[in-house]
């Protein structure tokens, strides 16, 4: 079964800190994952795009990883800021005869000052 | 550029009344999505258009929701008779084509409650 499991549920950290959000999945065939930032009440914004051979890829202050072996991905905040409070949602494509995304269901982040 | 338009905003229906959402895709863009957000979940695709074909309806609960594109521009998604569960976000996006690869822009939002 497809599936994409993120952790943890929610995370408060304190302004100026780093954090790890972590993306496992089972979407087979494996095409792409991608981070998106959703801030309360407004849809979501995509922030990085990993293909199978690519293992990094950063925007900003937001670096993604991605191991295709293990199946995991994580994204990596650093210097966190009060505008980094959202949540933030790994979404896996998988290309068969027809497309395939699947939604996490999100990490809550708050960034308290 | 202009953003995906949605309206209204918010909704608040009484159970089995009906309700209909309007979205408004960035100029150009062929690919438009219906999705639906349950608090505390990730989006759920509802139904997929490229131009105004249905490319993927297979989450589509058809005996009560409804969607079009007639023109292949602006989209309508409707739902009769509504159920206490349908309370929800429901998201439209769009995209210059289909495939995975390409970014969707999303918009706001219509958040409905169903009392």
């Known amino acids: 079964k497809n599936q994409v499991e993120q952790s943890p549920q929610s995370l408060i950290i304190l302004e100026g800190k780093n954090c790890t959000l972590q993306?496992?999945?089972?979407?087979?065939?494996?095409?792409?994952l991608r981070w998106y930032k959703q801030d309360t009440g407004r849809g979501p914004v995509s922030l990085t795009i990993m293909t199978f051979s690519e293992n990094t890829k950063s925007n900003g202050r937001y670096t993604a990883t991605l191991d295709a072996d293990t199946k995991q991905s994580s994204l990596h905040i650093t210097a966190s800021q009060l505008s980094d409070s959202a949540s933030y949602i790994c979404?896996?494509?998988?290309?068969?005869?027809?497309?395939?995304?699947?939604f996490g269901a999100g990490t809550r982040l708050f960034v308290k000052a | 550029e202009a953003g995906v338009a949605q309206s209204p905003r918010y909704k608040i229906i009484e159970k089995r009344q009906s309700v209909a959402f309007w979205c408004n895709p960035i100029?150009?863009?062929?690919?438009l999505y219906w999705y639906q957000q349950i608090l505390g979940q990730g989006p759920k695709l509802l139904i997929q258009?490229?131009?105004?074909?249905?490319?993927?309806d297979s989450q589509l609960p058809k005996d009560r929701f409804s969607a079009e594109r007639l023109k292949g521009v602006d989209s309508t998604l409707k739902i009769q008779p509504a159920k206490l569960e349908d309370s929800a976000v429901y998201l439209c996006a769009s995209s210059p084509r289909g495939g995975t690869k390409n970014i969707q822009y999303f918009g706001a939002g219509t958040r409905l409650s169903v009392l």
């Open positions: 993306c496992n999945y089972t979407v087979s065939p494996f095409s792409n």
């Open positions: 258009f490229q131009n105004n074909g249905v490319v993927d």
């Open positions: 979404v896996v494509s998988a290309e068969t005869g027809g497309f395939k995304t699947i």
């Open positions: 100029s150009g863009h062929a690919t």
